[in-house]
């Protein structure tokens, strides 16, 4: 992996030049004028933040079929897609992706970006489906509850794919450019071990019930060591953990272990015990 600065990409044109050069699908694409029309495809929390940071630089259109104002095509003029939509579990627990395949297939040849989780099977059905788009990923580490603020304090975007340096310069940042199977898998591993340590952190607080000490403080002390740090150790009322993304990605990834024969069983049992102890 390497990182790539916005600042240092430089593209030399003549005048007669269009304003306008491609490269690719196998390089990277480069604007002079950084004003582009950018379809933002989803309009959850995640396309709502990525609108709110890229609309004083672009000229965003939002496709939603969820949205009645929304409810479009694809403009076939776009210079980019970003792909936000829902990818819910399935019955067994894995990556429901169909909402990402029909956003690519509609879309025009031009540079996609993922930002919608996956699964690592999936990005290799998705390359062999679409052998010659340009796609992109990039994990999507937002919380639901500070998507935007979380987004504009990002300094660095992780991405993999045909066009990274293209988006570096659509978000005016640097970028850090990796396998895209190994950018999938660590957002899977990020929200599991963040799971697996509320599920803990839960076990702690039953022990602190059975033997009449105060949780809270327990959690300080454990939380003062660096390593640990006293993030998700808020035992709420629901108990367990819930949102958008632990329960779908914990389940989806134990589902990729499953396929080639690797057993989950730390994720598996934090899974099992928040089922048992969540109240909602």
């Keep these: 992996?390497?990182?790539?600065?916005?600042?240092?990409?430089?593209?030399?044109?003549t005048s007669q030049q269009r304003s306008k050069t491609r490269i690719g699908p196998s390089g990277?694409?480069?604007?002079?004028?950084?004003?582009?029309?950018?379809?933002?495809?989803?309009?959850g929390f995640v396309g709502k933040a990525h609108r709110e940071v890229?609309?004083?630089?672009?000229?965003?259109?939002?496709?939603?079929?969820?949205?009645?104002?929304?409810?479009?095509?694809?403009?076939q003029d776009t210079d980019a897609v970003i792909v936000c939509v829902s990818t819910p579990p399935r019955e067994d627990g894995s990556c429901h992706m169909d909402n990402v395949y029909d956003v690519i297939e509609r879309a025009p040849d031009v540079p996609i970006l993922i930002k919608s989780t996956i699964s690592v099977e999936g990005w290799d059905m998705l390359i062999?489906?679409?052998?010659?788009?340009?796609?992109?990923?990039?994990?999507?580490?937002?919380?639901?509850?500070?998507?935007?603020?979380?987004?504009?304090?990002?300094e660095l975007i992780l991405i993999g794919g045909?066009?990274?340096?293209?988006?570096?310069?659509?978000?005016?940042?640097?970028?850090?450019i990796a396998d895209p199977k190994e950018l999938i898998l660590a957002k899977y591993m990020r929200n599991s071990f963040l799971a697996t340590k509320v599920a803990f952190?839960?076990?702690?607080?039953?022990?602190?019930?059975?033997?009449?000490i105060e949780y809270e403080a327990v959690a300080h002390y454990t939380g003062m060591d660096s390593r640990i740090t006293e993030s998700h150790t808020q035992v709420t009322e629901e108990r367990g953990f819930g949102g958008h993304c632990f329960p779908k990605d914990t389940s989806a990834i134990v589902q990729t272990g499953?396929?080639?024969?690797?057993?989950?069983?730390?994720?598996?049992?934090?899974?099992?015990?928040?089922?048992r102890i969540r109240k909602i």
């Design 54 to 75: 890229l609309k004083d630089k672009h000229d965003i259109t939002i496709v939603d079929p969820a949205w009645p104002e929304y409810n479009k095509p694809i403009p």
């Design 162 to 176: 045909t066009s990274c340096s293209f988006w570096g310069k659509v978000f005016s940042k640097d970028i850090e």
């Design 128 to 154: 062999d489906t679409f052998p010659n788009r340009m796609l992109n990923f990039s994990p999507e580490f937002l919380r639901a509850s500070s998507a935007v603020q979380d987004l504009q304090d990002a």
């Design 1 to 13: 992996m390497f990182i790539v600065h916005h600042t240092t990409v430089i593209l030399l044109i």
């Design 258 to 275: 499953q396929r080639d024969n690797v057993d989950l069983s730390i994720i598996k049992e934090a899974i099992e015990y928040n089922n």
């Design 28 to 43: 990277p694409i480069l604007f002079l004028n950084n004003f582009m029309k950018i379809t933002i495809a989803g309009y």
């Design 201 to 212: 952190f839960n076990q702690v607080y039953d022990l602190c019930e059975a033997l009449g």
